[in-house]
């Protein structure tokens, strides 16, 4: 059974630093894994999605990279902002998912100004 | 566009009420989602629609009753709903092939009273 695993929890990092976020899994026959931001109690937009065959992404700040083999994709995040605070959540969509999405418990990044 | 939109953005309704959550997205994606999300967790499935068909229905109680009456627009509809199902209720939307990238709504904050 696929499980999802985001460390740490929680992040509490000074403006500007560069950050990374971790997301691992057990079951490497994924089709990809999209990286989700969530700002509280609002909905999900979508940060950046990987294919299984690719090795990462980027988009302005932010850079996922995916080792499919090991389980594990991190998501950096480069001269962090105060707007950046939120909760990322990692999920994974299994080969044998039928439109499931396996989801991560989410990291809760706050940037101090 | 890869908007997804959700009204009411706000719901509160009493045990015996009939009430309806609307989602719309004009991308021209053929699988829609409907999900239940409580505080500090991550989203949970409750239903899939493809291709306007509903193809997964995950052990939701009967109260709740999904409609999607064409390929932009998906519903909930609710009935006689338990305080326990109060949470953010998100929609989300994509291309129908398991590749693809999942698109979600700002959600409806639903409190049953």
């Known amino acids: 059974k696929q499980e999802v695993t985001q460390i740490p929890a929680a992040l509490s990092v000074p403006e500007g630093e560069n950050l990374v976020l971790n997301c691992s899994f057990t079951d490497s026959a994924i089709y990809n894994l999209q990286w989700f931001r969530q700002d509280p109690g609002k909905g999900l937009t979508s940060l950046l999605l990987i294919q299984s065959s690719q090795r990462e992404q980027t988009s302005g700040r932010l850079n996922a990279s995916l080792d499919k083999s090991s389980g594990r994709s991190t998501l950096y995040i480069a001269a962090s902002q105060p707007g950046d605070s939120a909760t990322y959540l990692c999920?994974?969509?299994?080969?044998?998912?039928?439109?499931?999405?396996?989801w991560g418990a989410g990291t809760k990044l706050i940037i101090k100004p | 566009d890869t908007e997804v939109t959700q009204t009411p953005k706000h719901l509160v309704m009493g045990m015996t009420n009939k009430k309806s959550l609307k989602c719309e997205q004009h991308m021209g994606h053929r699988a829609m989602y409907w999900y239940k999300q409580k505080a500090k967790k991550p989203p949970e499935l409750m239903f899939v629609y493809s291709y306007e068909k509903l193809s997964i229905n995950e052990s939701v109680p009967s109260r709740f009753s999904p409609e999607c009456p064409n390929s932009s627009l998906l519903n909930l509809h609710l009935h006689a709903l338990q305080p326990e199902d109060s949470a953010l209720y998100l929609c989300?939307?994509?291309?129908?092939?398991?590749?693809?990238?999942?698109?979600f709504g700002q959600g409806t904050r639903l409190t049953v009273v």
């Open positions: 999920a994974v969509r299994p080969v044998d998912s039928n439109y499931q999405l396996i």
């Open positions: 989300a939307s994509s291309r129908p092939q398991l590749i693809t990238e999942a698109f």
